[in-house]
């Protein structure tokens, strides 16, 4: 069954730290580009970051770079999200995606993981 799981999410203060999991079932990851998404209640899904697999060039949103780091590991078909300085504002439900097929980003997400929650909060 090709499939993407996330996990790792959680409570976490303000100023703490995160890494979620995305495991790839069914399929390699290494041909295709890989991102998180974001959605909080009420609020549209917001992209925040994209790994491409040609080059291992990496995209981030503004509202996260410099806390967040996006990563790969090919041989685990695991990609990551490193979560720093966390803020109230980054809680949301985290989904990762893939292209499948496209190894540059830009391409459509057309594979998704079921999402895990993360909570900041004091």
């Known amino acids: 069954q090709v499939q993407l799981v996330e996990s790792g999410g959680g409570l976490v203060q303000p100023g703490g730290s995160l890494r979620l999991s995305c495991v790839a079932s069914?399929?390699?990851?290494?041909?295709?580009?890989s991102g998180w998404f974001r959605q909080a209640p009420g609020k549209e899904r917001e992209w925040i970051s994209c790994?491409?697999?040609?080059?291992?060039?990496?995209y981030y949103a503004d509202s996260v770079k410099g806390r967040f780091t996006i990563s790969r590991d090919a041989a685990k078909k695991t990609l990551y999200l490193q979560m720093n300085n966390m803020k109230a504002e980054d809680t949301a439900v985290y989904h990762c995606?893939?292209?499948?097929?496209?190894?540059?980003?830009?391409?459509?997400?057309?594979?998704w993981g079921q999402g895990t929650q993360v909570t900041v909060s004091s």
């Open positions: 790994i491409s697999s040609s080059d291992g060039s990496t």
């Open positions: 995606a893939t292209s499948v097929g496209y190894p540059d980003c830009g391409a459509v997400f057309d594979l």
């Open positions: 069914g399929f390699a990851l290494d041909y295709d580009a």
